[in-house]
């Protein structure tokens, strides 16, 4: 596999799919996937599933889920900072600080260490984040086509213990059909660029 150009950290396993599922179908083999959390067995060979058919590399930091926050702030960012350094992409995409802790002790803790990067840093977006906590402002957008965003539904249906209603296919293609209506295009997937140039 290639040298991968951009880093996307996920709070849990899934989350990169929602978030980016489409981007890491647009851009194959480029991509490293960093997992904050650790999982039970079969949400990790659901991960290790996704990761195959998405065709991106990954490592987990092994927080226990939903208790990020007893974790320190500096040793995380610092481990989190040496990934980055080591891998030096171009982009790296973070979560939107929503309501859920792990979400927001991601985003801050990622913000840390990213305050020395030079690329593009984004935000993705998830259906709670987004519903729950109203400030989403996307201002770059990735067209989808029809097999783009199939692909990203047949990966986020390898997540089977964690699909649920607003977390499905139909919820997926709903939010994707909004994004395009934004950009002029069928579907879409949005971020928010929050540092460098669109």
Request: hydrophobic share 35%.
């Amino acid at each position: 596999m290639a040298n991968p150009k951009n880093i996307i950290i996920a709070p849990h396993a899934d989350d990169e799919v929602l978030g980016c599922g489409g981007f890491l179908s647009y851009y194959p083999k480029k991509s490293y996937v960093i997992l904050m959390s650790r999982h039970e067995r079969e949400r990790m060979d659901e991960f290790y599933s996704v990761s195959k058919s998405l065709q991106f590399l990954h490592e987990s930091l092994g927080l226990s889920d939903r208790f990020f926050s007893k974790n320190f702030v500096s040793e995380t960012a610092d481990r989190l900072e040496t990934i980055i350094s080591d891998i030096v992409p171009e982009k790296v995409f973070i979560p939107y600080p929503s309501i859920h802790q792990d979400h927001r002790y991601t985003y801050e803790v990622s913000l840390i260490a990213l305050r020395k990067f030079v690329g593009n840093i984004y935000l993705y977006e998830y259906p709670e984040g987004v519903s729950h906590f109203g400030r989403f402002t996307p201002n770059t957008y990735l067209p989808l086509s029809e097999d783009l965003l199939h692909q990203k539904i047949t990966a986020l249906h390898l997540y089977k213990s964690q699909i649920k209603e607003g977390r499905d296919a139909p919820a997926t293609k709903g939010l994707a059909a909004i994004r395009g209506l934004e950009c002029h295009c069928n579907f879409a997937e949005a971020y928010q660029l929050i540092k460098g140039r669109l």
